[in-house]
């Protein structure tokens, strides 16, 4: 037998004229509905092609079959009450009381959040890549000002321009603060994690409360 | 909106003598339960269940293929429609019960694939064949055919994968049209005719490939 995605016919059994289709269009046009609008040229070309017409009938035994194995249904009621599990949560004859909202407004939180962060970091790496009163490497900036620690922890120099060379980094997002130390670069780097592992849990959860609460999406 | 495309099955009512407060409510305006059930009326949103129980029942059962779990889903889905009454938007119950029924049997049947994918020591599971038609003039003979075409075909479906099987189930077993499975399985009716088209043609090599199966099978749906 032909791979049942494609069967590419001898003439002898295609009378039905030109190139058999897909089997996924025969198995479409098995499904066409009663008394909807028909392709008259697949139409005449199945009239006329033996495999076609297997194909179709092979379809047709498949669908018995599926419908006579369908194990039987065996009725009882449904009927859900005040006891029935799940359905602890409403009362009989009360009225419903509005889900309180926390999962959108904590997504909605941690969005801003995320935003917010990436909005800055993307400003810092415009700016030179370096955040507010971080250091980078041995140079630190003091109100647009580079300077450098000559092996005196605490004392800094101003830096000559050689010594700037290929260091990187204007400080126009500096604030006059002075940090020696990039802790808060780091923080800076925990808040963002935080903030997408806050985002994506609360995502998840807001997904299925809402999930929960409409089961038909 | 959605209807029986050939009413193979029989969709009529089911409505148990026992529930004459629920017959009394049935009266109602579908509108009308639904809004009295939204304010929490339990006995008008047993109406709603009484009206269509059986067709969820028979959903259910064909897509998973297994009564006792088809029950279970068919209550779960009741329980999950009164827990979300007041997010139902007002255009057809009975769309909005399949889905959420349709979505229950998606949820086990992947759970069911989940288990057997994780578990270390899981054996490949004959699945067990409910031929309902097996009639009482049958011959033992037959009989066992009959029983061996069934787990033959209980087999190949089982290896489908889940979507495809249900898309299938749904189109030829419930005969819903392509519009109908997209709209209660929430895909697109190009994804649902592959899906068909994709399970059928598997089927059909499984099942059809050699002559003598397929004269079993052809002889079968004559039976």
Not at chain 1, 44 to 72: E, F, K, W
Not at chain 1, 104 to 124: S, T
Not at chain 1, 161 to 175: E, F, I, P, Q, R
Request: hydrophobic fraction near 35%; glycine fraction near 8%.
């Amino acid at each position: 037998m032909s791979s049942p995605g494609l069967h590419n016919l001898n003439s002898e059994h295609n009378r039905g004229g030109g190139e058999c289709p897909a089997f996924e269009t025969l198995s479409a046009w098995f499904d066409r509905p009663a008394g909807g609008e028909e392709d008259s040229a697949l139409r005449d070309h199945i009239d006329g092609c033996r495999q076609c017409q297997s194909v179709m009938q092979d379809l047709s035994i498949l669908r018995t079959a599926l419908q006579r194995s369908t194990p039987p249904a065996a009725m009882r009621s449904f009927r859900i009450g005040t006891d029935t599990p799940g359905t602890t949560g409403r009362p009989n004859a009360s009225p419903i009381s509005p889900p309180i909202p926390v999962f959108p407004v904590a997504a909605a939180i941690a969005a801003i959040l995320v935003i917010a962060l990436i909005a800055g970091e993307m400003l810092f790496s415009s700016n030179g890549g370096d955040p507010p009163g971080s250091v980078s490497g041995d140079v630190l900036f003091i109100d647009g000002t580079p300077y450098t620690n000559d092996g005196n922890e605490a004392e800094f120099n101003a830096a000559s321009a050689d010594d700037m060379n290929g260091l990187g980094g204007d400080s126009a997002g500096s604030t006059g603060e002075s940090r020696t130390d990039g802790r808060s670069f780091t923080g800076w780097r925990i808040s963002q994690i935080l903030a997408v592992v806050l985002f994506l849990a609360t995502s998840t959860l807001w997904y299925r409360y809402r999930r929960n609460e409409d089961p038909g999406r | 909106m959605f209807s029986m495309r050939r009413g193979r099955r029989d969709r009529s009512e089911w409505s148990p003598a026992s529930h004459e407060q629920a017959s009394a409510s049935i009266d109602l305006s579908e509108a009308e339960l639904i809004d009295r059930s939204t304010r929490g009326d339990l006995d008008a949103y047993n109406a709603i269940v009484e009206r269509y129980q059986s067709a969820v029942l028979l959903h259910c059962t064909a897509l998973l293929r297994d009564a006792p779990l088809a029950e279970d889903v068919t209550q779960d889905t009741f329980v999950k429609a009164w827990l979300g009454l007041k997010r139902f938007r007002g255009d057809s119950v009975r769309s909005w019960l399949m889905r959420i029924a349709t979505n229950g049997c998606l949820d086990v049947l992947r759970q069911r694939t989940r288990r057997a994918t994780d578990s270390l020591d899981a054996h490949p599971v004959e699945p067990v064949a409910v031929w309902s038609s097996q009639t009482k003039e049958s011959s033992p003979e037959e009989r066992s055919e009959q029983t061996e075409l069934a787990a033959r075909l209980e087999t190949a479906l089982s290896q489908l994968p889940d979507e495809q099987r249900v898309a299938l189930l749904m189109s030829d077993v419930l005969g819903y049209d392509y519009v109908e499975i997209a709209a209660l399985t929430d895909t697109a009716i190009g994804t649902v005719k592959s899906r068909i088209s994709r399970a059928r043609a598997r089927l059909r090599l499984d099942l059809l490939a050699d002559a003598d199966s397929r004269e079993h099978f052809e002889r079968y749906g004559r039976s």
